[in-house]
């Protein structure tokens, strides 16, 4: 009979695949293979890459050339019999792997009398960033509110001309202009941002929606920033709403809602509370100011219709979710976004968002930029 | 006894699944479901993303809100569950999926009584251009060349400073600098790009080091070039390589070679010609000019060390492959890389790569920049 051993294994693109980024420490846009046995860790890469990932790999993980567990008669080196040859050559027998892992991989894999079994968590100790990871968090979301500021700078120095549109020096300041200067700056930076929210007016009411066309003065206008840093792969994230000129009253009482529940919950997040109990205080406080959540007679969600907030790391959203779907505490080391916010068709929509290490008192919030409104 | 009802089923973000892209039309950086029944294809999106949605996607793919498929009693919406309830409300049976579909989705699946099978090339179709998509890869080639004659200007403004190294302005000429310029531009476009190859000197020895430090004259410059059309999802992926000033004797020797098998691969390329042929008849030009594949005495790999060419399209490499392991005939309207290269740790490395449409007769090349290595 053969003796049961078991293993943990990857197999993905690292710039997709967080856990493997997070396990093996070396950045690359094509698969790789991770596995740990009870012994070692190691990363297999193509000889094209040895080079780059003996010096990138994490200290505890060895590099070992793909090209070696195969031979000339190979025809067909695919992910399938590398990890096969993995397996029998450390005499692996069972492997768990993450909920992503390819099926076709995995059929492959049982076939050959090898078991595969998916886990939840691959690794529940992302959730909790150390302190090497923190500085590198922090410097993304420094860069992060550095873009935020020149969005708002450049609607600060914007003229407003015929029909209430903004121009920005000679040119119209469309949302497309707004986004090209954000994700150029971003760039310039070392960090990689795509779909930048730059909404205006009632396109404001769909969350997602990234925002076209000339942006008129008095119009909300949500700046959603979250680019990825090139270099270490964790992602910043921040939202203002600004408004040039004078908003609609409506639009003011909201953002005061808005900002009362962002500070509320904010002043709320610490180890040990409740997930769920902070997303409801600021959807209750967003209520009794009168924005109540639901659908409005032709069936379209408004109110508060997304989850406070998301932890941020390798990943743009990651756990804990911040939201009715979490009943568990919130613990020490997490990293979340706090981001209220309030839609509505007919008028459009608001929404701010900090990111806040949660401490065993309180929180950090990285961000230190002001929260007015209008500019 | 249960009627077999098959569909066809992909769950991932679009974003990073071509297939997804491709089938529903619609892009998002999170997860939606696509499906097929015998009767017609749907997405499912949630309500935040279902107006854009149904901007956005294929005429033939209805728009289903993910909200439908649930119920105030269900606690956690998963992925597994939308998939279980779509298969129970359009008497799906047995599912076939992607090969990277997720395993624990796949089995969830199973253990509720429905199959799952995965399909190798899921849409097979993909690797043929039709007219519209040829018109997207070509203005992402369009774009692309316009950030590499940039990148050209860059080197040509040049000047020569204190131990060989180039200035740029006041500023030292870096690969950072240049690739910064390079992503800039791009990003301006609506293009983004990340690890643009900016690589000098012995660096452009190993294919996919990005490059950094300070560029010097006489030094190679490999420019390696692949960013994403955010409005389409198509890829642009081109290689020049440069030099501002003299040259080492080998390296122009070196370059010679590489173009002479750029523009005999070029010329052999054509419906119906074998793949692995191309590659082939690339790398015995490149040995009969004295640049041998095969590694040197440190057991370092040297000469052509990677294939010829890839697919080009919604994935930056797709299928057909350009090398030995591809023994089958290239077809029309494939869209394929040429890129032959030789790579020696110690005088560095050099890389030619145009994308052409294989076409009856030939071939038509997106790029139009002449390859002159000396700027």
Same sequence: chains 1, 2.
Wanted: with cysteine.
């Amino acid at each position: 009979m053969k003796k049961k051993s078991c293993g943990r294994l990857i197999c993905a693109a690292p710039e997709f695949c967080a856990d493997l980024l997070y396990a093996g420490g070396f950045n690359a846009p094509d698969p790789i293979v991770w596995f740990q046995t009870s012994e070692f860790q190691a990363i297999v890469v193509s000889i094209l890459e040895y080079e780059r990932a003996t010096v990138q790999a994490k200290k505890n993980v060895r590099v070992l050339p793909l090209e070696d567990f195969f031979t000339k008669e190979d025809k067909f080196k695919t992910d399938e019999l590398l990890i096969q040859r993995i397996s029998e050559k450390f005499g692996i027998t069972e492997w768990t792997v993450p909920e992503e892992f390819p099926l076709a991989i995995a059929d492959f894999l049982r076939k050959k009398g090898i078991a595969v079994a998916s886990a939840g968590k691959f690794f529940p100790k992302r959730e909790f960033k150390n302190a090497g990871e923190i500085r590198k968090i922090a410097k993304a979301m420094s860069v992060t509110q550095d873009a935020m500021q020149l969005a708002k700078e450049m609607l600060q120095q914007a003229s407003i001309g015929k029909n209430m549109v903004l121009h920005y020096g000679k040119k119209v300041l469309t949302s497309e202009l707004l986004r090209m200067e954000i994700e150029g700056f971003l760039k310039a930076h070392g960090f990689t941002a795509s779909r930048t929210i730059t909404a205006h007016g009632v396109q404001c009411s769909q969350p997602h929606n990234v925002g076209s066309g000339p942006i008129l003065a008095g119009e909300t206008v949500v700046v959603d920033i979250f680019p990825r840093d090139d270099e270490s792969g964790y992602w910043g994230d921040m939202t203002r709403t600004f408004v040039k000129g004078e908003p609609l009253p409506v639009v003011k009482r909201a953002y005061d809602a808005v900002l009362a529940a962002s500070q509320a919950a904010e002043q709320m997040i610490r180890a040990g509370v409740i997930a769920a109990d902070v997303h409801n205080k600021a959807k209750e406080i967003m209520a009794k100011a009168g924005f109540e959540t639901g659908k409005n007679k032709d069936g379209i969600p408004c109110g508060f219709i997304h989850g406070l907030g998301h932890g941020v790391g390798l990943e743009i959203h990651e756990a804990p979710r911040v939201s009715p779907a979490n009943p568990g505490p919130l613990k020490k080391g997490q990293v979340i976004s706090n981001e209220p916010g309030l839609y509505h068709p007919s008028w459009g929509g608001i929404r701010l968002e900090d990111v806040l290490v949660v401490t065993e008192t309180g929180s950090t919030n990285f961000y230190t930029m002001s929260k007015e409104m209008i500019v």
